[in-house]
């Protein structure tokens, strides 16, 4: 059974950074692509940032040149490292999973920008 746990949340002051991670578990196999999504209250959850299993990477506008994805492709591991944070990035963060078959979602991590 595929697992997805992300870490890294938390409550953060106007132009602090956060590191959210995300560990799988369980057989995944052909990985399309790794990414993170955040949901605020009473929005539609939105695609933050992905990277694809040739590192090719895509960003909200909103978060260009603030926040970086990476990938462990041996741990099967995502990151998301987030700089400048700003109140409009309060959300719950989670991890997700593409590949051929399956879209896999972790249970999600609550970041909070105070101003």
């Known amino acids: 059974q595929v697992q997805l746990v992300e870490s890294g949340g938390g409550l953060v002051q106007a132009g602090g950074s956060l590191r959210l991670s995300c560990a799988a578990s369980?057989?995944?196999?052909?990985?399309?692509?790794m990414g993170w999504y955040r949901q605020a209250p009473g929005k539609q959850r939105e695609l933050v940032a992905a990277?694809?299993?040739?590192?090719?990477?895509n960003y909200a506008d909103s978060v260009k040149g603030r926040f970086t994805i990476s990938r462990d492709n041996a741990k099967i591991m995502v990151y998301l490292q987030m700089n400048s944070l700003k109140p409009e990035d309060t959300a719950v963060y989670y991890c997700?999973?593409?590949?051929?078959?399956?879209?896999?979602w972790g249970q999600g991590t609550q970041v909070t920008v105070s101003s």
């Open positions: 997700n999973v593409q590949t051929r078959l399956f879209d896999y």
């Open positions: 369980g057989s995944i196999f052909n990985i399309n692509a």
């Open positions: 990277i694809t299993s040739a590192d090719r990477t």
